[in-house]
């Protein structure tokens, strides 16, 4: 039952005037084209339900356009993502694509989220660094959430440490070994002990 109403859903979404306007609007992205959305997604919190159904699902490549719509949105009012929290989280494990991810990690990073949302965002950012990628900037910002979460939880700091190293091994791109191998050097001088 549950499925055919996600079903119908779908369908509901995508025959809606609305998903089908956006995705006009998103067809040929430019800056300039770009900013009278995320205006509105500002503005109307009607508008933003259509942007964050578009944005999880796997209309490629509106979804990761609308992501991105979302995204420039939370840098200029971080509460207009707050109702759909659970909705995203929810979606984390579904996303495919590097620039969704890419879009949905800084974001959540930032947001007051339930222990359960967080869990979900740290799993997410512990299967990007275990993951080979062709992007790493995903990478990047997952060791931004295991950051978040050693800094609550200390004690979690070797393993993280354990954790990007192996993703160091392997990495192409300077901005991520950098950005890896200063947290974990921040990590083993913090909250480690090695004596």
Not at 60 to 68: G, H, L, M, T, V
Not at 133 to 155: F, G, I, Q, W
Request: net charge positive.
């Amino acid at each position: 039952m549950k499925a055919v109403r996600v079903a119908m859903a779908v369908v509901s979404m995508t025959n809606n005037p609305e998903y089908e306007a956006l995705r006009a609007d998103l067809q040929h992205p430019s800056q300039k084209g770009m900013k009278p959305l995320i205006d509105r997604f500002l503005r109307e919190p009607e508008y933003r339900a259509t942007v964050v159904y578009m944005a999880l699902s796997e209309d490629y490549p509106f979804a990761w356009r609308a992501s991105w719509v979302m995204k420039f949105a939370f840098r200029q009012n971080p509460s207009t993502w707050t109702p759909f929290l659970e909705r995203i989280t929810s979606a984390l494990p579904e996303l495919k694509t590097h620039q969704q991810i890419g879009s949905f990690i800084p974001s959540l990073t930032k947001c007051d989220l339930s222990e359960e949302q967080g869990d979900r965002l740290l799993n997410l950012a512990i299967d990007e660094l275990e993951k080979e990628r062709e992007t790493e900037y995903t990478k990047a910002h997952a060791v931004d959430v295991l950051h978040k979460y050693v800094s609550h939880y200390p004690e979690l700091a070797g393993e993280f440490c354990l954790i990007v190293e192996r993703a160091v091994e392997t990495a192409q791109k300077p901005y991520f070994r950098n950005k890896a191998l200063k947290r974990v050097k921040q990590w083993s001088t913090k909250y480690i002990d090695r004596s």
